[in-house]
Each structure stands twice: as C-alpha cells, then as structure tokens.
C-alpha cells in the first residue's frame, strides 16, 4: 500500500522558515518524481514545486521560486520542502503527491493527506 | 501559463442522472495532457483520469474522460451518492503544472 506521510507544518510567523517533511512507502520512491500541491479555500489547487528521481531537475511555481526549495533522501524514501521569508499567502494545507514518471512532472497517482501551514503574526 | 477554466462552478444533480463537466485551457495541452481529480471533503483528491481520457486504476467505467486541443469533459452516468464531490482538471503539459477551479457537484 502506497504511503504518503507529511510532517513539520504548523503556526509560524511571516518572514520565518518552515521544513516540510513526507515520508513515502509501498513503492521504490526512486522510480518516481515527486511534487508538493497547496491548498487554499480561495486559490484552489496549486502545483508548488517538483524534484526529478534522483533530485537533479527541480521546477518551482513562479510564486515561491527563490523563496521554497525541493528536495529528497532516497536512501530515507522522503522528500522535502524547505520555505523560507513566509508570507500570509503562504497559508495553505500542503499535500505531498506521487508522480508516474521519473524525469520531469505529469500528473499524481497518490497524495498525502497534507499538512497545514499557517503564516499569521 | 495555461489557465484552466472549469465549467459549471456548480453543478446540481440528481442520483442516476448523468453530469458533464467541462475543463478549457487558454491555449491547446501538448498530447492532451489532461488529468481529472475527485476530492471529497476532508481528503485528498483521487486521480479519476489521465491523457484525457484513460481511467485510472480503480475507477468506475462510468467515468469517461474526453475531449482535445482545448476543451475537454468529464462524464459521469447514472450518478450515484458517492460521486457528489469537486472535481478538478489539471494540465501536464508543461510546466508550471496547473489546474482549475473545480466544478462542485451536488445532489440536487
């Protein structure tokens, strides 16, 4: 069963920095790209960022580019996103998803059950 | 980027009916690479359909996926109660990977 576990949101201030953490199972996490897809009552859906299989190509929306930074462990099946200089826009509940490829960014088999991230000061 | 405008924002039905939901993209999706997505309330969304019109593992045959170029649709037939939920189109056909607003599907 495929397993999609994310970790490290919460309540944090702007201009702070937050590290989002899923850990992935039931399937070789090397075989796959993988994404991070946001949330928000008023923005719907938002595709954030991806990392190829082996992290080399990484793709950012032009929203977060310079501020969010994708990456992932194989040798830990996880994958992260590093945001820094929060801003309240930045609120959203962060789904880590799978991909069906390994180089470069299709659509997304299975999703984590996301995690919340609140910027408020 | 390509916006993807879903049509209607809300759509309200009655179970055993059939739904269509439209998905246009402001310019044509290389190999129609459209995804359909279903989220019910307080979960994640679920892969319903990829290139268009291929099911994904799982899914009922009542889901049909269809369309080119710009303009594609999603059909549910004979709806049933379980099916009252948004549903979301994405693109991969380049990046920034994008999706639409959602179409709201309700028992009416």
């Known amino acids: 069963e495929v397993r999609l576990v994310e970790s490290g949101g919460g309540l944090v201030q702007p201009g702070r920095s937050l590290r989002l953490s899923c850990a992935a199972s039931g399937f070789k996490f090397d075989d796959f790209a993988m994404s991070w897809v946001r949330q928000t009552p008023g923005k719907g859906l938002e595709w954030v960022s991806g990392v190829s299989w082996n992290g080399v190509k990484t793709e950012y929306a032009e929203s977060v580019k310079g501020r969010f930074t994708i990456s992932r462990d194989n040798a830990k099946n996880s994958l992260y996103l590093q945001i820094n200089s929060l801003r309240t826009e930045d609120t959203a509940l962060y789904y880590c998803?799978?991909?069906?490829?390994?180089?470069?960014?299709?659509?997304?088999?299975?999703w984590g059950q996301g995690i919340q991230v609140s910027v408020s000061s | 980027e390509v916006v993807l405008t879903q049509s209607p924002g809300t759509l309200s039905l009655s179970p055993g009916e059939r739904a269509t939901l439209s998905c246009r993209a402001s310019q044509s999706v290389i190999s129609n690479y459209i995804a359909w997505y279903q989220q019910k309330p307080g979960q994640a969304p679920r892969l319903l359909i990829y290139?268009?019109?291929s099911r994904a593992t799982g899914i009922s045959d009542r889901f049909t996926g269809s369309g080119s170029t710009t303009d594609f649709t999603l059909t549910i037939n004979r709806l049933e109660s379980e099916d009252f939920a948004v549903y979301y189109c994405q693109q991969y056909g380049y990046t920034p990977l994008t999706f639409g607003q959602g179409t709201r599907l309700e028992i009416k």
């Open positions: 290139a268009a019109s």
């Open positions: 998803v799978k991909d069906t490829i390994r180089w470069g960014f299709y659509y997304f088999d299975y």
